[in-house]
């Protein structure tokens, strides 16, 4: 059991975790949350995203070691303020740390942590399932920044109904509904930074996005 950080609001993990070997582990976990702080992070922390969001959830963790099985529903609440920035393909514009990082295991001048592993911290993971419905209160802000440069971003507000997926052959799936009700685009050209709208929002409140897509088939590393 673990406690938001300033709400004061709990997570609760219930359920066991059997084995008999200590090197092959079967989950029966309970996870869940109300109104529990997950982020509350500024761009100094990570510039990748950060801001603040609360979610209320209800998850099963299932399966084992190898394949862990994971379903249920997670609803980004109405205080979230966060935003995203989409990663700059110059790099004259961003400096960013890779999500892989390449080492030399044959540098001997820090310590080596790959010789440490034993088969106690070895797994053979060979896939995770998940099934998981996402929803979003209305009143919940996000922002993509499209362009850390110029500034350059997407503020929205809206209602989500959406599934989302990962089978075991690393494919990601997203189908449902997201509701636009508030929302506006910002971008620069030359020393001018115009906000369309103004006033009027874009898109139209109410307006519907439906969609059945596989967002990454394989991640090849």
Known sequence: MCTGRQK??????????????????????????????VLNSTQTDNDMFYGKMYLTSNLRIRGNLDKPVVDGTIKVLDD??????????????????????????SDTTHTNVFAKLDSMTVTKLTGIDVDLNLQTDKEAKFKILLDAGSQDALNIQGQAELNAGIDASSKVTLSGTFTVDKGSYSFSFGPVKKILPSKKEVPSPGMGTRWTHVLISRLHI
Not at 15 to 29: A, E, H, M, R, V
Not at 80 to 95: I, K, S, Y
Request: charged share 25%; glycine share 8%.
């Open 8 to 37: 004061g609001n709990i997570a609760k993990v219930t359920g066991s975790i059997d084995t008999k070997t200590y090197t092959d582990f079967d989950f029966n976990l309970n996870v869940n949350t109300d109104n529990f702080e």
């Open 80 to 105: 979230t303020d966060f935003t995203f920035v989409m990663p700059n393909e110059n790099p004259g514009m961003a400096d960013r740390k890779g999500v892989v990082e390449f080492v030399d295991k």
